[in-house]
């Protein structure tokens, strides 16, 4: 099985948020959540850099370990995936991710804020695949369709890359090589303890 | 004896009235993250579903076969 | 011969043109040909004053920008110090709570079973009754009391729950319980702080440490040494109890709240130190308290009543806290004698 990755090529990264656009519109994401971001480092300085960032489904996720509930699970494709009917609410997923991926339906205080909403990578959630409560709690199964993630499907410069970490990294590589330049593999080393060498 | 009822009966008084408290302070994602611009006064129709509570067991489950099967391609 | 002048016409025309679109062709050729003979080291390098991960991790422990959505705390980027709290609350925190807890279970059992239960010595005033704390002072101990130990077994639960229960009841019990003690802890919080308060204005004036409590520590007050040194109202045991209660409660209360408001005081990176501290002043709370709960129930015979029914055997009184029961009768005998008559009512 592939080992599914984002990476963000931040050389190519235009800052136009279709990806936060493609992944709304494909789940029905509700106002205020955002599964996927783009964060503009350096912003108006010489070498600004834009990255879009979600869930960077880690090895050895630190979400998954603090869970208290143990709410989540990893697919055969490494994508890591939660249980909205098991989840608490809790909030120390959020402590623990580095790339700020998990959101709450409700914000203000900690007691009712509600099931954690975070980015799928297009895989559902452990209902039956395609299934309508699958949909309605966890957003569309693109995976089990055979397409990758709709954000980097949509991505007009391809600079977020979806798929097999190998792959990806291969493309990112071969890009920067004929280039010359780049900037790295963004979140790589805090999510998956490798980087891709340029 | 009478002291302990008492006291049990109010930490329980005091907690549900902190509850009600605390859920009237609570704030919708949706709420709290638009601008005056964005028209979500009417969650329904941009949210997963008209009812959509942010619970995953919410109104949805109990009248599920309801539910409009989402669009799908 | 007018067709071959318009076909010579053509043919210049058709000539120029080639000609225009053949000089306009060279740079481009040019261009498509020139990667070959340079190397791309020495084109320019648009990433040369680009930012990168390294360099912005050498600059601050997290990585944030600007974003263009209104929650603003999505701004950040990457923080690594996520995987450090998960490695804090995951491979230490587990040990350490079981270590507190556990290690005071054995030494409690230890000093039941080598010093025993401590038993009532018996005098002629035995069976007399003395008012010790009254109806309110009771109330806001039980009040506090019955919230902290709903607040200890909900907060174990977030560290213990998931290796211990979820095995036994299954995930769905197991969340569900979870939510409900999720619920608790949010909500029961609020009357233990209040509890809190409510103990520390009542009994502040008798916990003052003094001269009594050097002398009370130094005669082992009375678990280990022999006979009973003098106390006041509350003995030095008692006011390290009262003032770790006042402590520890406080800071409880405190990185509660900022953990209950997100974001409110703290960022990302102070909630985890603040959620640290809540778990590490947890445990040791707890293993405080268990002591509390020893000493005042099985461990010492007839110091229940206390906060029982209120009224202790003046026997009792008179060997554990002989200057309070001095000055409470002189109080009794020469004041007014009102609070004798409140006093067996409340």
Known sequence: MARMKFLCDADRCIECNACVTACKNEHEVPWGINRRRVVTLNDGKPGERSVSMACMHCTDAPCASVCPVNCFYTTADAVVLHSKDLCIGCG??????????????????????????????????????????????????????????????????????????????????????????????????????????? | MKAFAVAVICAVAIGIAASYILSSSQRFAWQAFSTSSARVSQPGTNLVGPRWTGDATGPHDAVAGETTAPKRS | MRRQTTRIRTFVAAAMLAGFAGTAALPALAQQSAPPTTTPTTAPNPTADSVNEDMLFKQGPKIGGRISIPDQKAANLIQPQGREWRGFHETWMPWIGAAAILGMVALLGLFYFTRGRIRMEHSEESGRKILRFNGFERFTHWMTATCFIILALSGLNYIFGKRLLMPVIGPDAFATLSQWAKYAHVYLAWPFMLGIVFMFVVWLRDNIPNRIDLQWIKAGGGFIGKGHPHAERFNAGQKVVFWMVAGFGTAMGVTGLMMLFPFAATDINGMQIMQGIHSLIGVAFIAAILAHIYIGSLGMEGAYDAMGSGKVDLAWARAHHDLWVEKEQARTASGPQLRTHHAPAE
């Open chain 1, 92 to 198: 120390y997923c959020f402590y623990a991710c580095p790339f700020g991926a998990p959101q709450y339906p409700r914000v203000g205080n900690f007691g009712s804020r509600g099931k954690m909403d975070k980015c799928t990578y297009c895989a559902g959630g452990p209902e039956p695949d395609l299934s309508t409560i699958e949909y309605e709690k966890y957003g569309s199964n693109r995976l089990a369709e055979g397409k990758l993630p709709l954000c980097a499907e949509m991505c007009s410069t391809k600079a977020l890359l979806a798929g097999d970490g190998e792959m990806i990294a291969q493309i990112y590589k071969e890009r920067v090589i004929k280039r010359g330049y780049g900037s790295g593999a963004w979140g790589w080393k805090t999510a998956y303890r490798e980087t891709v060498a340029i």
